[in-house]
């Protein structure tokens, strides 16, 4: 399996553009979270989807990010305006919640650092 | 509300044993879990524990006391390659909350 597929790896931006990240879940996973980690508070969870229908977003920051899931095998997180703090390492992850050896466990893909100048 | 404390940085010599300790209090749960995480990549899957005791997988250990609201991993024969940052993380219902992470620092 391909795992995880996040586009792009690096993204830099200036202050008051829009940004886009992108997500491909691994194949058959039901579940889908958006993580932003930085050295001042760590890993942390932004909004998860279920069968893509978003379950819990009280971690989106504010109004200036979105999230999106069309389809089983995309999703997207949007910042807009971007703002320099939003500068951090975006990890997208996915899980099949209730199924054999590999139930509960998220996997996560290789992250978008994005960087807001 | 989660608050999950873990140490900040460990070091070790190659080798040898190192555990790491996590404490949580949460207001729900439904798993505890390690991920490993090496400098500038994703975090990775060690162990899951969701019953109070012992999960053995090869070098690496887990063990979790649902009264204590404790957790530990045990690293044992300790490589160069260990050297990374180690997550403790509580699930409740679908999500996970995490540690901010330990730095183990393997020495030769």
């Known amino acids: 399996d391909a795992g995880v597929i996040q586009s792009p790896r690096h993204e830099v931006t200036e202050m008051g553009q829009e940004v886009t990240l992108r997500c491909k879940p691994i194949?058959?996973?039901?579940?889908l979270f958006w993580y932003r980690q930085t050295m001042m508070r760590g890993l942390e969870l932004l909004i998860y989807?279920?069968?893509?229908?978003?379950?819990?977003d009280s971690g989106m920051p504010e109004d200036r990010f979105s999230a999106k899931m069309p389809n089983a095998s995309f999703s997207t997180l949007k910042i807009q305006p971007s703002e320099p703090r939003d500068s951090a390492v975006y990890f997208c992850?996915?899980?099949?919640?209730?199924?054999?050896?590999?139930?509960?466990?998220?996997?996560f893909g290789a992250g978008t650092r994005l960087s807001v100048l | 509300g989660q608050n999950i404390d873990q140490p900040t940085e460990m070091t070790a010599t190659e080798g040898a044993i190192v555990q790491i300790n996590c404490t949580y209090q949460?207001?729900?749960?439904?798993?505890l879990f390690w991920y490993q995480q090496h400098a500038g990549e994703a975090p990775t899957f060690l162990s899951y524990?969701?019953?109070?005791g012992l999960e053995e997988k090869g070098r690496f250990s887990s063990f979790l006391s649902r009264s204590k609201g404790y957790s530990y991993l045990l690293l044992k024969e300790l490589q160069m390659k260990d050297s990374a940052s180690y997550l403790c993380?509580?699930?409740?219902?679908?999500?996970?909350?995490f540690g901010a992470g330990t730095q183990v620092v393997v020495t030769p």
């Open positions: 993380a509580v699930r409740d219902g679908g999500k996970l909350q």
């Open positions: 992850a996915s899980s099949l919640l209730w199924g054999g050896v590999a139930k509960n466990i998220q996997y």
């Open positions: 524990n969701v019953l109070d």
């Open positions: 949460t207001s729900g749960f439904n798993g």
């Open positions: 989807f279920n069968n893509n229908v978003p379950i819990d």
């Open positions: 194949s058959g996973h039901d579940y």
